[in-house]
């Protein structure tokens, strides 16, 4: 079965902090996503990766970094946390080329 | 460019209502289209996708066809149940990196 896993289900963290959420896939896929879902605004794409080691910016890359040393696992940064980060933030792999996404369970993320 | 609208919801319905969710599409080519369900508390699962203009997706009693002539892909079932409430996305996909997603849909069946 397909799996995306995500490390933390619920995070809360202070403003300033630095946050790694972490992402690991079982299907060698080829790409990975990191999104943001929020009330009203729908899923908006963070970072995604062609593969291991390349990452391109999605539509609100600010306040972000992502790492990708192995091509199971793809990580997302916030460098200094902020209030406007909390958020529920998914990942998501698929097979290169095709446009079906499998996505993880969601680190809903509190930024106090 | 390319893009997704959904109607807005909640959709609130009695269980064993008939249920309709709109989507339209706006895209250059010829995309493959998909619906997502997120269960609370839960990522986004596929529920159903059409890749050519015609195909009907299927799945969990939920239809929806891949209409090119009124660029749309509305989601029906029959029946729904309480189990059912959740929020849909829409989405498209065309040679392209990205998924494109509508804002989501929230339906809340009651008993």
């Known amino acids: 079965d397909v799996k995306v896993t995500q490390s933390s289900r619920y995070l809360v963290k202070r403003t300033g902090e630095k946050v790694f959420l972490e992402c690991v896939q079982d299907m060698d896929h080829e790409n990975m996503f990191w999104y943001r879902q929020d009330p009203g605004l729908g899923l908006r794409l963070i970072y995604f990766?062609?593969?291991?080691?390349?990452?391109e910016k999605g539509d609100i890359p600010e306040g972000y970094s992502v790492s990708r040393e192995k091509k199971e696992r793809f990580s997302l940064i916030l460098e200094s946390a902020s209030t406007n980060q909390t958020s529920m933030y998914l990942c998501?792999?698929?097979?290169?080329?095709?446009?079906?996404?499998?996505f993880g369970e969601g680190s809903r993320l509190t930024v106090l | 460019g390319d893009s997704v609208t959904q109607m807005e919801g909640p959709v609130t319905l009695s269980e064993e209502a008939f249920l309709t969710i709109n989507c339209t599409y706006t895209?250059?080519?010829?995309?493959?289209l998909f619906w997502y369900v997120q269960y609370p508390g839960e990522g986004l699962q596929l529920l159903l996708k059409a890749t050519k203009a015609d195909d009907k997706g299927s799945n969990k009693g939920f239809e929806a066809t891949y209409r090119k002539e009124t660029t749309s892909f509305h989601l029906e079932k029959g029946s729904v149940q309480v189990s059912d409430s959740a929020v849909y996305f829409c989405a498209l996909w065309y040679n392209t990196d990205k998924l494109i997603f509508g804002t989501g849909t929230r339906l809340q069946v009651f008993p």
């Open positions: 990766s062609y593969d291991v080691k390349m990452k």
């Open positions: 998501a792999s698929r097979f290169l080329g095709i446009g079906e996404l499998f």
């Open positions: 895209a250059t080519g010829y995309p493959s």
